[in-house]
């Protein structure tokens, strides 16, 4: 039986090493044994903290979800509208965040949560809060607008996670906050209404 105070070091070692080598070899292609190996623990060990591969899939999705939030509470804190909103596009798209290695665990997540029940109940509380969050720093906008401007930036992280795990679009994180931070202006820029348009 393996030491209690050694399991909460085991199985982060274990996640840490599940994240290199989905990032490597795709979710469909690594095994347990393969990152058991990784983490220097036997495959025996791996299962016994984690029973099987979508388990462990499951805690390591977990943890990088926890570990976000962690980062965007109190980057948040204390900010308001605009500020607030570019706090939390920041922290998804850090550099740590927009690492090779986590956006591949993040297209695996979003893959497995269609068919596996619990990694799709983690994958809504992600939607959820996310969109939560950044209707937080919308309240200068009317609902229906804040609503379409939240779902944009949602979606537009999503893309970029997706075009860095193809290889395509911006490879930078700096470059990626950018990009979203303009279609945040974009959406926050005053509109003139019908009324005052221009006569032809």
């Known amino acids: 039986m393996p030491k209690i105070g050694m399991e909460p070091i085991r199985r982060r070692a274990l996640i840490d090493a599940a994240i290199s080598a989905i990032g490597e070899r795709g979710a469909l292609n690594v095994t347990m ?24 899939l499951f805690a390591t999705m977990r943890h990088i979800l926890a570990k976000l939030g962690d980062e965007i509470r109190p980057a948040m804190a204390g900010l308001a509208g605009a500020d607030r909103v570019r706090a939390i596009i920041a922290v998804n798209l850090s550099p740590d965040q927009f690492r090779p290695e986590i956006i591949a665990a993040w297209l695996a ?53 997706l075009r860095r795990a193809l290889g395509e679009g911006v490879e930078d ?14 959406a926050l820029a005053p509109h003139p209404s019908h009324g005052n348009q221009p006569h032809a």
């Open 173 to 186: 994180s700096a470059a990626a906050i950018a990009l979203v931070e303009d279609y945040l202006d974009m």
């Open 109 to 161: 997540f979003y893959v497995e949560a269609r068919r596996d029940a619990a990694l799709g109940r983690l994958f809504r509380i992600y939607v959820h809060r996310l969109h939560s969050d950044l209707m937080s720093g919308l309240t200068d906008l009317p609902r229906t607008s804040a609503i379409r401007t939240a779902r944009g930036i949602a979606a537009l992280i999503d893309g970029l996670y």
């Open 33 to 56: 044994s393969d990152i058991a190996g990784r983490a220097g623990v036997s495959t025996a060990l791996a299962h016994h903290y984690f029973g099987g591969k979508d388990d462990l």
